[in-house]
């Protein structure tokens, strides 16, 4: 069982910053792709940013510009910063894993940002 832990969530005024961090007790080596997603009340969830182990990334045109996601294989996480924060980046965000054995979800961790 894969356990991915999301923190680094919280309160930000628009234009404010946040790092999240995703956390798991398996070597992130092992994974093809882990990245970040997010659900918004009312909306579906959607692709923020994610990476491969090769080093491409991939990220939606609404956070390209603010957004980076990185990893630190000797920590086994993976982050998101993100800059220039705004009302509608609020949403709940996920951390994803994928490898040949399944998908991974973390329990996800509340952004919220106020105008």
């Known amino acids: 069982q894969v356990q991915l832990v999301e923190s680094g969530g919280g309160l930000v005024q628009a234009g404010g910053s946040l790092r999240l961090t995703c956390a798991t007790a398996r070597s992130i080596f092992s994974f093809d792709s882990m990245g970040w997603y997010r659900q918004a009340p009312g909306k579906q969830r959607e692709l923020v940013a994610t990476g491969s182990g090769f080093g491409v990334t991939n990220y939606a045109d609404s956070v390209k510009g603010r957004f980076t996601i990185s990893r630190d294989y000797a920590k086994n996480s993976v982050y998101l910063q993100m800059n220039s924060l705004k009302p509608e980046d609020t949403a709940v965000y996920y951390c994803?894993?994928?490898?040949?054995?399944?998908?991974?979800w973390g329990q996800g961790t509340q952004v919220t940002v106020s105008s």
């Open positions: 994803h894993a994928q490898s040949d054995r399944g998908d991974y």
